[in-house]
């Protein structure tokens, strides 16, 4: 079975611009959570989706937001990037409703210049 | 929301010789908390995990204590090899779904 699978895995961009990073869940995996890996910071929340719903909500700026789509992708989007979001975004899936084991993908290395 | 906290950032030890890691969580509510290994370079991986009903939890070498009261839970890794070498995360719960607080990390270095 594929494991989780993110694009891109490298990408640089500026500040002021967009980014829009993907996610593909393993296979069957209805739940896709969104994480925010900096050096000192540990792994911050983002945002989790089950079935095309957000259902819960980390503290970062309106700028952050994601989708999921029926076939559980999912997709994160920065718009109006700052230098501080540079990080390794991580895209994890599980197949439990709640409480469940978290599989992450290798990340997404989010460069601002 | 929650807030986890993790000591030591970093630890080392002689191979053979047991690591503890600790964390300490803010909201009683919490119940569910699990622990993640990441090695260099690599994703984070479940290696144990503990609900709030249970007190301790092994596996192998691996342990986890968890006290409600204190709200603090650790990590046990006794007879530690090279291989433990990896950056640890604790983290907790409390609401349905799949939402973590996560520690800081602590990079674990056994020395051979």
């Known amino acids: 079975k594929a494991g989780v699978t993110q694009t891109p895995r490298y990408l640089i961009k500026t500040r002021g611009q967009q980014v829009t990073l993907s996610c593909s869940p393993i296979?069957?995996?209805?739940?896709v959570s969104w994480y925010q890996q900096t050096p000192g910071q540990g792994l911050q929340f983002l945002f989790e989706?089950?079935?095309?719903?957000?259902?819960n909500k980390g503290n970062f700026p309106g700028r952050f937001s994601g989708r999921q789509f029926s076939n559980s992708r999912s997709e994160m989007n920065v718009s109006t990037l700052e230098l501080g979001d540079s990080a390794l975004y991580l895209c994890?899936?599980?197949?439990?409703?709640?409480?469940?084991?978290?599989?992450f993908g290798e990340g997404s290395r989010l460069t601002v210049l | 929301g929650e807030n986890v906290e993790q000591h030591p950032s970093t630890l080392s030890v002689q191979e053979g010789d047991s690591a503890v890691i600790k964390c300490t969580y803010s909201?009683?509510?919490?119940?569910?908390f699990p622990w993640y290994k990441q090695e260099l370079g690599k994703r984070p991986q479940l290696i144990i995990d503990?609900?709030?009903?249970?007190g301790e939890k092994k596996d192998q070498r691996i342990a986890v204590t968890l006290n409600k009261t204190a709200k603090h839970f650790s990590l046990h890794i006794t007879e530690t090899q090279p291989e433990d070498s990896a950056v640890y995360f604790c983290?907790?719960?409390?609401?349905?779904?799949?939402?973590?607080?996560f520690g800081t990390g602590t990079s674990l270095t056994v020395i051979p």
């Open positions: 296979s069957g995996h209805r739940s």
């Open positions: 503990i609900r709030s009903n249970v």
């Open positions: 994890a899936s599980s197949t439990q409703y709640s409480h469940g084991e978290l599989f």
């Open positions: 989706y089950f079935s095309e719903t957000q259902r």
């Open positions: 983290a907790a719960s409390l609401n349905t779904g799949n939402q973590f607080y």
């Open positions: 909201d009683s509510a919490s119940n569910y």
